[in-house]
């Protein structure tokens, strides 16, 4: 498993499981079959209500807890909850996460910040990261933190290459871990000749490809699913690398555009909604 150094000097594998969108018995198997694969990443988050589904999953794996890279994210009604993190712990059902994230710039985001900073500080976080802070977000947390974030997770494909934030997170050396890795299942991108080109001369398929170049942009990268198969596929690319020249070509496909555009009214719905979590 390739890995990528992290700004406290921590590692995390360049490819991991997403659970976004899965139940909790999918998200369980997902997790459980992925370890066994050969995974060492695994990414939930409170608004996926499927932690302890995760944490069952890691347990059934039959994976050591110390080999496994968990990150989970505290959604903005657990901001100013003090206990947040610690019941999140509960419900995965560990003492620590590798990585924990807020998971978005809505409601009193700059405590649910110092939440992770003091989890940082306790041990029960050995890296911190923000999801979805972009623009103004991440110039206004950049004033106010007092440990920088290790991670942040934003939509990432080839058609949107986060090049103006990369050159903030570049700055602070914070890793980009990529969602939307493969543009949403758009066909259009999935089917850019030099994908199919380039899928042909390694013996892999256009999403291998793109998940691979992913990889060497030094982007982690989760992609998420249900399907035994495609998670092994998903894993199935480290050996192959593409060129300097092939990664300069998937380079003029960036159009700045993402398939995701949030409102500050979801911003507000955000904050109001509370997840309903899975049961004991």
């Known amino acids: 498993m390739e890995t990528i150094q992290l700004n406290n000097g921590n590692t995390c594998p360049a490819i991991g499981i997403g659970t976004f969108m ?20 695994v990414d939930t988050a409170n608004a996926y209500v499927n932690e302890r589904a995760v944490g069952r999953g890691l347990r059934d794996s039959g994976v050591r807890r110390e080999e496994v890279f968990l990150s989970t994210k505290l959604w903005p009604s657990e901001y100013e909850n003090p206990n947040a993190v ?29 939440q992770l900073e003091k989890a940082y500080r306790e041990g029960k976080a050995k890296a911190i990261g923000i999801s979805n802070f972009e623009g103004r977000y991440i110039e206004e947390l950049q004033t106010k933190w ?13 058609y949107f290459t986060q090049q103006e934030l990369r050159k903030t997170l570049d700055k602070h050396g914070i890793r980009l871990m990529s969602w939307y890795p493969l543009g949403h299942g758009d066909k259009s991108l999935l089917q850019e000749p030099v994908f199919a080109s380039l899928a042909e001369k390694y013996g892999k398929t ?27 596929d998903n894993l199935n690319i480290l050996d192959f690398r593409l060129t300097d020249g092939e990664m300069a070509q998937i380079a003029k496909l960036d159009k700045g555009v993402r398939y995701y555009h949030r409102t500050d009214a979801q911003l507000a719905q955000f904050a109001s909604w509370q997840p309903a979590y899975e049961a004991e």
């Open 22 to 41: 899965l139940s909790p018995a999918d998200a369980q198997r997902s997790v459980r079959e992925a370890l066994k694969m050969g995974y060492r990443l």
């Open 206 to 232: 256009p999403a291998q490809v793109i998940l691979r170049w992913h990889t060497q942009m030094g982007f982690a990268v989760i992609p998420g699913s249900k399907n035994v198969d495609h998670i092994r």
């Open 146 to 158: 007092d440990i920088v974030p290790q991670f942040i997770q934003v939509e990432a494909h080839p």
């Open 86 to 114: 610690d019941e999140t712990l509960a419900r995965l059902g560990v003492d620590a996460v590798d990585l924990l994230y807020i998971h978005q710039p809505a409601g009193n985001w700059l405590a649910g910040y110092r």
